[in-house]
C-alpha cells in the first residue's frame, strides 16, 4: 500500500498586525490652549473644557474633562453630551490621538452609554485634526465631578450622593488668579503650586537654571523652588508654600517670578559653570508631584 501523500496543514488566516502608533513627546503641541490640557491630564483633579469639532468632523461641541467613572474614556450622557477624558488608562504612546480616537468613537454612543475599547488606537486623527482651532478651550475647574452628571440625573439622590463621596478624595486644587496656568493645591497637610509651562521643556530648565544659579528660584521667603518635572513636553515647576497660604496670595510672587524667567529665556548667551550645574541639579531631583 502506498502512504498516502501528506498535505501541508493551511495555517489560519491571520488578522494583520495593527499599526503602532510613534512616540509623540510633546502630544498637545498645536492645539489651543496647551498647557491647559497638559494640565488636565497631569495635575487637575476635577476639571472640564468644552471645545468644538472642526466642519469636517461634525462640527458639534463636546466636553474635555480630567477624569470619568470606572476611568473609561469616554461616555454620552442621558442628555446626550458627549465627555471625553483626558486621564484614562489608555497610553499609546501620542496622547493626542488617543483623546481624540476616543472622542470620534463616542459621538457613535447611544445616550446613557460609556465607551469599552479593546486595546490602543490605531494611526489616525489627532486632536489637531478634529478640533476647531479658533476656539480656545478655557479650563473650569470644579471640587467635585458635577460635570459627570446630566440635569435630571442632578436631582437623583443617590447620583448625587455618589459624586460627594469621591469628591472627599480630592486634594484641593484652585487656579492661582492673574497667573495663567499656575495651580495651588493641598496635599497631606501641605500647600504647594504647580506651574505648567508652555516653552519648550529644555528651553525652561536653561532659562530656569539661570535663575536658580543666581538664586532666585524661590517665590518668596518660605516658599522654596522644591524641583521639576516633565509631562507631555512641557516642564511644570513646584514650589512648597509656606504653611496656610491660599491661591490668592501667589498672584504678586508668581508674577515676578514670570519676569524672572522672561528675562532668563531672553538671555541666549551660553550657559556658564554654574548655570550648567545649576540645571543638572534641578533635572536630577525632578519630583512626581
Not at 79 to 96: F, K, P, R, Y
Not at 207 to 214: D, E, K, P, S, T
Not at 263 to 273: H, N, W
Request: charged share 25%; aromatic share 6%.
Amino acid at each position: 500500500m502506498s502512504k498516502k501523500k501528506r498535505q501541508p496543514r493551511r495555517s489560519a488566516d491571520k488578522a494583520p498586525k495593527k499599526q503602532q502608533i510613534p512616540f509623540v513627546a510633546r502630544p498637545f503641541e498645536g492645539v489651543a490652549n496647551e498647557e491647559g490640557l497638559v494640565a488636565m491630564m497631569q495635575i487637575i483633579p476635577a476639571a472640564s473644557a468644552r471645545v468644538r469639532l472642526t466642519e469636517e468632523h461634525g462640527g458639534t461641541q463636546v466636553q474635555l474633562v480630567t477624569l470619568l467613572p470606572d476611568i473609561v474614556p469616554a461616555l454620552r450622557r442621558a442628555d446626550g453630551e458627549v465627555l471625553v477624558a483626558l486621564q484614562t488608562s489608555t497610553h499609546s504612546g501620542d496622547a493626542s490621538r488617543d483623546v481624540a480616537a476616543a472622542l470620534l468613537s463616542a459621538l457613535e454612543l447611544d445616550k446613557g452609554s460609556a465607551l469599552v475599547v479593546n486595546g490602543l488606537p490605531e494611526p489616525g486623527p489627532r486632536l489637531q485634526d478634529v478640533l476647531d482651532p479658533t476656539v480656545v478651550p478655557v479650563v473650569s475647574v470644579s471640587d467635585t465631578f458635577d460635570f459627570w452628571l446630566d440635569p435630571e440625573a442632578a436631582t437623583d439622590p443617590e447620583a448625587r450622593r455618589a459624586v460627594e463621596e469621591v469628591k472627599d478624595e480630592l486634594p484641593p486644587t484652585v487656579p492661582v488668579p492673574g497667573v495663567e496656568h499656575a495651580y495651588w493645591c493641598r496635599m497631606n497637610g501641605k500647600e504647594f503650586v504647580r506651574w505648567v509651562r508652555g516653552e519648550d521643556e529644555d528651553a525652561f530648565f536653561n532659562a530656569f537654571a539661570r535663575v536658580h544659579a543666581a538664586r532666585q528660584s524661590d517665590l518668596e521667603e518660605g516658599a522654596r523652588f522644591i524641583g521639576a518635572f516633565r509631562a507631555c513636553g512641557l516642564a511644570i515647576p513646584v514650589w512648597e508654600l509656606n504653611p496656610g497660604t491660599e491661591a490668592e496670595e501667589l498672584t504678586a510672587p508668581m508674577q515676578a517670578m514670570a519676569e524672572r524667567i522672561d528675562a532668563a529665556l531672553a538671555d541666549d548667551s551660553p550657559l556658564d559653570a554654574a548655570v550648567r550645574r545649576a540645571k543638572a541639579g534641578i533635572i536630577s531631583r525632578q519630583v512626581n508631584l
